[in-house]
């Protein structure tokens, strides 16, 4: 088992903490490479087929980019804090509406990626919060090289709505754990929520 699978047994052996679910937050700046780890984390947590994953860009919308908070507590958090399967529609950031309801099941471990997943309004509902370590900076910078000079204008807007909700509603002062991507694989140090324990496990 790598150090990705042991981190990952840890995180499925933590009481649940929304209903059935162990509800598992991977927060950080737009473009610090949060999908991409929450995706290779679905796999390891899942065991033998990769955990549900959440993405708040399926929540948010042009006009309300963090404001779908209290679509996430209705369709997501107040079915699963039941035992009982959430049923959310996902925002076509094209066609700018809502699409089909989603299933999602309230499985042993869910993920909740994006910008604000370890917002004030969640952490309750959460069994552990990871913080993907990069600065803003360079995050935005990853960002828009990803997405080219036809997003700049939605780039400019979002960066400023960024600046202004982790100036009011911060994640990282109550992450379990910061995680930094490396050449290869993942860092992962305890965060200034964590409790002590082995402080630096490279994957």
């Known amino acids: 088992m790598d150090d990705l699978d042991r981190q990952a047994a840890r995180l499925r052996s933590l009481a649940p903490s929304c209903g059935p679910v162990r509800l598992i937050a991977v927060d950080g700046h737009a473009g610090s490479g949060k999908s991409t780890f929450a995706t290779r984390l679905a796999a390891a947590v899942g065991g033998g087929e990769p955990a549900p994953v959440v993405h708040l860009d399926d929540l948010a919308t042009h006009e309300?980019?963090?404001?779908?908070?209290?679509?996430?507590?209705?369709?997501?958090i107040a079915p699963l804090s039941k035992g009982r399967a959430a049923l959310y529609h996902p925002y076509d950031w094209n066609l700018r509406a809502f699409g089909a309801a989603r299933r999602l099941e309230a499985s042993p471990v869910v993920l909740v990626e994006g910008v604000g997943a370890g917002r004030r309004a969640l952490r309750p509902h959460l069994a552990w919060l990871l913080w993907m370590e990069r600065g803003a900076e360079e995050s935005?910078?990853?960002?828009?090289?990803?997405d080219g000079a036809a997003l700049s204008d939605f780039w400019d807007e979002w960066?400023?709505?960024?600046?202004?909700h982790f100036s009011t509603d911060p994640s990282r002062p109550f992450a379990d754990t910061v995680v930094r991507?490396?050449?290869?694989?993942?860092?992962?140090?305890?965060?200034p929520a964590g409790t002590p324990r082995s402080?630096?496990?490279i994957t």
């Open 64 to 76: 309300e980019l963090f404001a779908w908070t209290g679509r996430m507590l209705a369709e997501v």
């Open 140 to 146: 935005w910078a990853r960002g828009r090289a990803r």
């Open 159 to 164: 960066t400023a709505a960024e600046t202004r």
């Open 181 to 191: 991507e490396c050449r290869e694989g993942y860092e992962w140090c305890r965060g």
């Open 199 to 201: 402080n630096r496990v």
